[in-house]
């Protein structure tokens, strides 16, 4: 299950995690194991991924979800086994928010358009689970590329948002899964580190209409162009 706002987390026994304002996880993860939970770490992990792989959020703890968990683990100073229990979920909580956000980033962020989610091509809860997923990734590339603040300047759109500003009939900001960037970072360094973060389109300086932000999104056909940068 995808949190759209406050998640209700599984029973906490004896001995597991801390409980967290937005979501505990009652037990530890390993391969092999199913479930709700398993999904919930796969949304805080996704990012955390070789160059050109997206994770699925298929609740099925395999190897791919164990090998992320791991770049999570080494990338926060953690033991890096694959194993998610009681410190892996610790470093979670301590990175976001109540509402299930990372710290660095937020739903009023992700949608500059409206309040409410609606209007665009799939429903608002989905739109604003596929923000809740993109900002995940963004807080891994956030902290892989030194803690580097991202400014991000058009997320969620409806298509009345997308037509004004002249957007592509299938723009992937219709889906909630989009993040128009800019910032302290260089566009090119941006578009060139969003490889390894599980974004699946990337579009930056030398297409056309991009070279005054890095565009980054989780379209189902993989497509990157950045010519100036080298993608």
């Known amino acids: 299950m995808v949190a759209t706002g406050v998640v209700v987390g599984v029973?906490?026994?004896?001995g597991t995690a801390a409980a967290d304002e937005c979501y505990t996880w009652g037990r530890t993860l390993s391969q092999g194991t199913s479930g709700a939970d398993v999904t919930q770490l796969q949304i805080r992990v996704a990012g955390w991924v070789t160059s050109g792989e997206r994770l699925s959020y298929d609740g099925q703890y395999g190897a791919r979800t164990a090998a992320a968990v791991k770049k999570f683990q080494s990338a926060y100073g953690l033991t890096a086994d694959g194993v998610a229990g009681p410190a892996t979920f610790?470093?979670?909580y301590s990175l976001q928010d109540a509402d299930c956000t990372p710290v660095h980033f937020s739903y009023a962020e992700l949608n500059k358009c409206n309040s409410d989610w609606s209007g665009g091509a799939v429903s608002a809860a989905t739109a604003k689970a596929n923000a809740l997923k993109t900002m995940w990734k963004l807080e891994a590339m956030r902290h892989a590329l030194g803690d580097v603040p991202i400014t991000i300047s058009s997320g969620f759109r409806s298509y009345a948002c997308n037509n004004t500003v002249g957007g592509s009939s299938t723009s992937r900001h219709l889906y909630g899964d989009a993040?128009?960037?800019t910032g302290s970072l260089s566009l090119c360094r941006l578009a060139q580190q969003a490889r390894t973060h599980g974004f699946s389109?990337?579009?930056g300086p030398g297409y056309p209409d991009h070279n005054d932000h890095t565009h980054l999104a989780f379209d189902p056909s993989p497509y990157w162009s950045a010519p100036t940068c080298g993608i």
């Open 201 to 203: 389109e990337i579009l």
């Open 90 to 92: 610790a470093k979670i």
């Open 11 to 14: 029973g906490v026994s004896a």
């Open 179 to 181: 993040a128009d960037l």
